[in-house]
Structure formats: structure tokens, C-alpha cells
Nanobody, 123 residues
């Protein structure tokens, strides 16, 4: 069973950057595609980015294209989300999630979730 722990959130100003990390404790990290999602107050949890097991394939939500980059280090069992040019509308709790085998953009396809890390972007 995978356990996921996010870190790296915080309070920043518009235009700043943050890098989120998600460390996993399972022994089979390379069997899992990883995803990042976010949830703002009063809104549904939404897809941000996903990365394949090898790290060779990525996909992003349209509003994050060109600003966010997902990556993974399989030797460290960790996935990252580099967020640049942050906007106030990026304010949310960010979650990482693990899905066996293939990546997906759908919340319901992911079995394991972290506890989330808060990102707040002030204008």
C-alpha cells in the first residue's frame, strides 16, 4: 500500500514560484502513475497534471500548460510539481495521488491520496 506525503506549499505572491514534493513510502513506486490535483474552497477537486510510471509522459490541465511542470525521481520515490507564474486563482489545497499502471486525468481513477498541502497566492 502506498502512503503519500506532500510538502512545499505556502503563501506566495502572484508571479512567484513554488515546488511541491510528494514522497511515497511504498516499495513499488515504479508501478504507479502519479497525479496532482487541487481543490479550492467550495469547488470540486480538479486535475492539474499527471506523469507516467517512467516519467516519459506527462499531461496537464489547459490552464497550467506552460506554467506547471510535473516530474518524478524513481530512485527517491518522489514526484514533484514545479509551479511558476502563480496566480491568485491557483490558491487551493494540492494533492498528489497514485494510480496503478496507467496515468489518468480523472480523480476517481486514483486509489491512493496524500493529505494535501495548502498553496495560497496573494495578489
Amino acid at each position: 500500500q502506498e502512503q503519500l506525503v506532500e510538502s512545499g506549499g505556502g503563501l506566495v505572491q502572484a508571479g512567484d514560484s513554488l515546488r511541491l514534493s510528494c514522497a511515497t513510502s511504498g516499495r513499488s513506486f515504479t508501478n504507479y502513475a502519479m497525479g496532482w490535483f487541487r481543490q479550492a474552497p467550495g469547488k470540486e477537486r480538479e486535475f492539474v497534471a499527471t506523469i507516467t510510471r517512467s516519467g516519459g509522459g506527462t499531461k496537464y490541465a489547459e490552464s497550467m500548460l506552460g506554467r506547471f511542470t510535473v516530474s518524478r525521481d524513481n530512485a527517491k520515490n518522489t514526484v514533484y510539481l514545479q509551479m511558476n507564474s502563480l496566480k491568485p486563482e491557483d490558491t487551493a489545497v494540492y494533492y498528489c495521488a497514485a494510480r496503478l499502471w496507467d496515468s489518468s486525468v480523472h480523480v476517481t481513477d486514483y486509489r491512493y491520496w496524500g493529505q494535501g498541502t495548502q498553496v495560497t497566492v496573494s495578489s
